[in-house]
């Protein structure tokens, strides 16, 4: 039973900081290939990090230089920094896992139900 709970979103000033967490259950995120995605009212899912176990993390144009993922293995916890918080960055925050990871194609397959992330100007 694959199971991502998100924690730590909330309303922040541009230029704060929130950190975000995706606790995994059912399973070793080390075995999975992992990402976080949101998604903004009226505008399409975008992925804004990659976690792969082999390699460094990928970024998004958007948020490079600002955003920073990281695990706590003993935790089975995968997290998502976020520093000089924009009003673009206002979205539902997700994480997600697949068995495999580039250059393999697979979708993602699991979910979590998301936490929201709001930034006023």
């Known amino acids: 039973q694959v199971q991502m709970v998100e924690s730590g979103g909330g309303s922040v000033q541009a230029g704060g900081s929130l950190r975000l967490s995706c606790v995994a259950s059912?399973?070793?995120?080390?075995?999975?290939?992992l990402g976080w995605f949101r998604q903004a009212p009226g505008k399409e899912r975008e992925e804004v990090a990659s976690?792969?176990?082999?390699?460094?993390?990928k970024y998004a144009d958007s948020v490079k230089g600002r955003f920073t993922v990281s695990s706590d293995d003993a935790k089975n916890t995968l997290y998502l920094q976020m520093n000089s918080l924009k009003p673009e960055d206002t979205a539902m925050y997700y994480c997600a896992a697949r068995r495999t990871c580039p250059p393999f194609r697979e979708d993602f397959g699991y979910w979590g139900q998301g936490t929201q992330v709001t930034v006023s100007s």
């Open positions: 976690f792969d176990r082999h390699d460094s993390p």
């Open positions: 059912g399973f070793s995120y080390r075995s999975f290939c």
